[in-house]
Protein backbone atom coordinates (compact mmCIF):
# COMPACT_ATOMS: atom_id res chain seq x y z
CA UNK A 1 0.00 0.00 0.00
CA UNK A 2 1.05 3.44 -0.98
CA UNK A 3 2.22 5.29 2.08
CA UNK A 4 0.81 8.39 3.88
CA UNK A 5 1.71 11.29 6.08
CA UNK A 6 -0.21 13.12 8.71
CA UNK A 7 0.66 15.26 11.79
CA UNK A 8 0.91 13.30 15.11
CA UNK A 9 -1.94 16.54 16.20
CA UNK A 10 -3.60 19.12 15.66
CA UNK A 11 -5.80 21.23 18.07
CA UNK A 12 -9.19 23.41 17.04
CA UNK A 13 -11.61 25.55 18.94
CA UNK A 14 -15.34 24.65 18.96
CA UNK A 15 -17.26 25.78 16.39
CA UNK A 16 -14.39 26.85 14.54
CA UNK A 17 -13.53 24.93 10.86
CA UNK A 18 -9.99 22.32 11.13
CA UNK A 19 -8.65 21.76 8.14
CA UNK A 20 -6.60 18.26 8.22
CA UNK A 21 -3.79 17.45 6.13
CA UNK A 22 -3.06 14.34 4.47
CA UNK A 23 0.50 13.91 2.08
CA UNK A 24 0.37 10.73 -0.15
CA UNK A 25 3.14 11.71 -3.07
CA UNK A 26 3.46 8.13 -4.26
CA UNK A 27 0.08 7.78 -5.12
CA UNK A 28 -1.05 5.42 -7.72
CA UNK A 29 -3.96 6.29 -9.86
CA UNK A 30 -6.25 3.80 -8.81
CA UNK A 31 -5.72 4.67 -5.45
CA UNK A 32 -8.81 6.05 -3.56
CA UNK A 33 -8.12 8.32 -0.38
CA UNK A 34 -10.40 7.50 2.49
CA UNK A 35 -10.59 8.88 5.81
CA UNK A 36 -11.50 6.98 9.10
CA UNK A 37 -12.04 8.42 12.53
CA UNK A 38 -11.29 6.72 15.50
CA UNK A 39 -13.36 8.06 19.16
CA UNK A 40 -11.68 6.83 22.22
CA UNK A 41 -12.09 2.63 22.68
CA UNK A 42 -14.31 2.73 19.94
CA UNK A 43 -13.28 1.02 16.50
CA UNK A 44 -12.69 3.86 13.35
CA UNK A 45 -15.73 4.36 12.09
CA UNK A 46 -15.47 5.77 7.64
CA UNK A 47 -15.82 9.35 7.39
CA UNK A 48 -15.35 10.71 3.61
CA UNK A 49 -13.38 9.11 0.30
CA UNK A 50 -12.49 10.26 -3.06
CA UNK A 51 -10.11 9.41 -6.02
CA UNK A 52 -10.00 12.84 -7.99
CA UNK A 53 -12.77 15.30 -7.36
CA UNK A 54 -13.86 17.15 -3.81
CA UNK A 55 -16.13 15.88 -2.46
CA UNK A 56 -18.54 16.39 -0.19
CA UNK A 57 -20.89 14.02 2.80
CA UNK A 58 -22.65 14.99 6.13
CA UNK A 59 -19.62 14.53 7.74
CA UNK A 60 -17.32 16.31 6.31
CA UNK A 61 -15.47 17.55 3.16
CA UNK A 62 -12.59 16.16 1.39
CA UNK A 63 -9.81 18.52 -0.60
CA UNK A 64 -7.66 16.58 -3.37
CA UNK A 65 -4.85 18.62 -4.60
CA UNK A 66 -4.68 18.38 -9.03
CA UNK A 67 -1.77 16.21 -8.50
CA UNK A 68 -3.33 14.20 -6.02
CA UNK A 69 -0.58 14.40 -4.08
CA UNK A 70 -1.92 15.89 -0.79
CA UNK A 71 -5.69 16.01 0.66
CA UNK A 72 -7.31 17.36 2.88
CA UNK A 73 -10.21 16.88 5.47
CA UNK A 74 -12.32 19.61 6.62
CA UNK A 75 -14.71 19.53 9.33
CA UNK A 76 -16.81 22.69 8.87
CA UNK A 77 -17.40 23.58 12.68
CA UNK A 78 -15.68 21.22 15.06
CA UNK A 79 -17.62 19.89 17.90
CA UNK A 80 -16.82 18.31 21.36
CA UNK A 81 -17.72 14.90 19.48
CA UNK A 82 -15.04 15.63 16.46
CA UNK A 83 -11.80 14.80 19.24
CA UNK A 84 -10.81 11.57 17.72
CA UNK A 85 -7.67 10.39 15.71
CA UNK A 86 -7.98 11.26 12.14
CA UNK A 87 -6.58 8.27 9.51
CA UNK A 88 -6.08 8.97 6.26
CA UNK A 89 -5.45 6.04 3.89
CA UNK A 90 -4.91 4.71 0.47
CA UNK A 91 -7.31 2.21 -1.18
CA UNK A 92 -6.11 0.32 -4.36
CA UNK A 93 -9.19 -0.51 -6.01
CA UNK A 94 -7.87 -2.24 -9.24
CA UNK A 95 -8.24 -5.66 -8.14
CA UNK A 96 -5.58 -7.62 -6.25
CA UNK A 97 -4.44 -6.23 -3.38
CA UNK A 98 -7.54 -4.04 -2.65
CA UNK A 99 -8.45 -5.91 0.39
CA UNK A 100 -5.27 -5.39 2.70
CA UNK A 101 -5.50 -1.88 4.06
CA UNK A 102 -3.17 -1.02 6.54
CA UNK A 103 -3.15 2.35 9.00
CA UNK A 104 -0.85 4.95 10.20
CA UNK A 105 -0.85 6.12 13.27
CA UNK A 106 -3.49 9.20 11.98
CA UNK A 107 -4.09 12.58 13.69
CA UNK A 108 -5.08 13.26 17.30
CA UNK A 109 -7.42 15.88 17.15
CA UNK A 110 -8.02 18.09 20.11
CA UNK A 111 -11.10 20.40 20.28
CA UNK A 112 -11.24 23.12 22.95
CA UNK A 113 -14.31 24.31 24.19
CA UNK B 1 -28.53 -3.58 6.49
CA UNK B 2 -24.93 -5.38 7.07
CA UNK B 3 -24.04 -5.24 11.26
CA UNK B 4 -21.70 -6.66 12.63
CA UNK B 5 -20.62 -8.16 15.80
CA UNK B 6 -17.68 -9.19 17.70
CA UNK B 7 -17.48 -10.67 21.19
CA UNK B 8 -16.18 -11.64 24.19
CA UNK B 9 -16.36 -7.50 24.60
CA UNK B 10 -14.20 -7.97 27.28
CA UNK B 11 -11.62 -10.63 28.24
CA UNK B 12 -8.82 -10.92 31.32
CA UNK B 13 -6.65 -13.93 30.81
CA UNK B 14 -3.61 -15.58 32.42
CA UNK B 15 -0.58 -15.90 30.49
CA UNK B 16 -0.34 -19.33 28.81
CA UNK B 17 -3.99 -19.43 28.63
CA UNK B 18 -6.00 -20.15 24.92
CA UNK B 19 -7.79 -17.10 23.38
CA UNK B 20 -10.82 -17.04 20.99
CA UNK B 21 -12.51 -13.79 19.91
CA UNK B 22 -15.40 -14.38 17.22
CA UNK B 23 -16.82 -11.68 14.50
CA UNK B 24 -20.01 -12.67 12.81
CA UNK B 25 -21.36 -10.35 9.55
CA UNK B 26 -24.68 -10.27 8.86
CA UNK B 27 -26.60 -8.79 5.84
CA UNK B 28 -23.76 -9.22 3.23
CA UNK B 29 -22.73 -12.46 1.46
CA UNK B 30 -18.65 -12.98 0.47
CA UNK B 31 -17.25 -10.37 2.94
CA UNK B 32 -13.73 -9.58 2.77
CA UNK B 33 -13.24 -10.00 7.10
CA UNK B 34 -10.28 -8.60 8.86
CA UNK B 35 -8.44 -8.98 12.32
CA UNK B 36 -6.69 -5.29 14.07
CA UNK B 37 -5.22 -4.83 16.94
CA UNK B 38 -4.51 -1.69 18.82
CA UNK B 39 -1.86 -1.86 22.02
CA UNK B 40 -2.29 1.02 24.83
CA UNK B 41 -1.39 4.68 22.63
CA UNK B 42 -0.94 3.28 19.23
CA UNK B 43 -2.12 2.62 16.02
CA UNK B 44 -4.05 0.03 14.42
CA UNK B 45 -2.13 -3.34 13.13
CA UNK B 46 -3.09 -5.43 10.90
CA UNK B 47 -3.22 -8.97 11.97
CA UNK B 48 -5.10 -11.10 9.32
CA UNK B 49 -7.16 -10.70 6.51
CA UNK B 50 -9.58 -12.75 4.68
CA UNK B 51 -10.99 -12.84 1.16
CA UNK B 52 -13.13 -16.59 1.39
CA UNK B 53 -13.60 -19.22 3.22
CA UNK B 54 -10.57 -21.12 4.23
CA UNK B 55 -8.46 -18.36 2.79
CA UNK B 56 -6.24 -16.50 5.75
CA UNK B 57 -3.81 -14.17 5.07
CA UNK B 58 -1.29 -13.15 7.91
CA UNK B 59 0.67 -9.99 8.33
CA UNK B 60 2.72 -10.55 11.50
CA UNK B 61 3.79 -13.69 12.60
CA UNK B 62 3.11 -14.31 16.09
CA UNK B 63 1.27 -16.64 18.28
CA UNK B 64 -1.73 -15.88 16.79
CA UNK B 65 -3.87 -17.49 14.39
CA UNK B 66 -7.22 -16.92 12.27
CA UNK B 67 -9.61 -18.87 11.05
CA UNK B 68 -12.82 -18.86 8.37
CA UNK B 69 -14.60 -21.86 9.03
CA UNK B 70 -18.20 -20.10 7.28
CA UNK B 71 -18.43 -17.50 4.59
CA UNK B 72 -19.38 -14.69 7.38
CA UNK B 73 -17.50 -16.01 10.62
CA UNK B 74 -14.20 -14.71 11.19
CA UNK B 75 -12.63 -16.06 14.43
CA UNK B 76 -8.60 -15.00 16.19
CA UNK B 77 -7.17 -17.62 18.37
CA UNK B 78 -4.07 -17.86 20.47
CA UNK B 79 -3.16 -21.20 22.05
CA UNK B 80 -0.93 -19.68 24.75
CA UNK B 81 -1.24 -15.88 25.02
CA UNK B 82 1.56 -13.61 26.04
CA UNK B 83 1.80 -10.58 27.74
CA UNK B 84 2.18 -8.67 24.71
CA UNK B 85 -0.84 -10.30 23.42
CA UNK B 86 -2.75 -7.00 25.45
CA UNK B 87 -4.80 -5.03 23.26
CA UNK B 88 -8.18 -3.86 21.51
CA UNK B 89 -8.74 -6.31 18.93
CA UNK B 90 -11.15 -5.05 16.05
CA UNK B 91 -12.87 -7.18 13.57
CA UNK B 92 -13.52 -5.55 10.46
CA UNK B 93 -15.40 -6.21 6.92
CA UNK B 94 -15.49 -4.53 3.31
CA UNK B 95 -17.45 -5.26 0.28
CA UNK B 96 -15.28 -6.24 -2.71
CA UNK B 97 -16.20 -3.61 -4.69
CA UNK B 98 -16.74 -0.98 -2.04
CA UNK B 99 -14.10 0.50 -0.36
CA UNK B 100 -15.04 1.18 2.86
CA UNK B 101 -14.16 -0.67 5.74
CA UNK B 102 -16.72 -1.40 8.99
CA UNK B 103 -15.32 -2.54 12.14
CA UNK B 104 -17.02 -4.08 15.11
CA UNK B 105 -17.42 -2.53 18.37
CA UNK B 106 -13.29 -4.31 19.31
CA UNK B 107 -12.67 -6.42 22.49
CA UNK B 108 -10.39 -5.42 24.82
CA UNK B 109 -7.85 -8.21 26.27
CA UNK B 110 -5.79 -8.01 28.82
CA UNK B 111 -3.44 -10.56 29.86
CA UNK B 112 -1.72 -10.86 33.58
Known amino acids: DAKTTQPNSMESNEEEPVHLPCNHS???????IHWYRQLPSQGPEYVIHGLTSNVNNRMASLAIAEDRKSSTLILHRATLRDAAVYYC??????????????FGKGTLLTVNP | SQTIHQWPATLVQPVGSPLSLECTVE??????LYWYRQAAGRGLQLLFY??????ISSEVPQNLSASRPQDRQFILSSKKLLLSDSGFYLC???????????FGEGSRLTVL
Open chain 2, 50 to 55: SVGIGQ
Open chain 2, 27 to 32: GTSNPN
Open chain 1, 89 to 102: ILRDNSGGSNYKLT
Open chain 2, 92 to 102: AWSPWTVGELF
Open chain 1, 26 to 32: TISGTDY
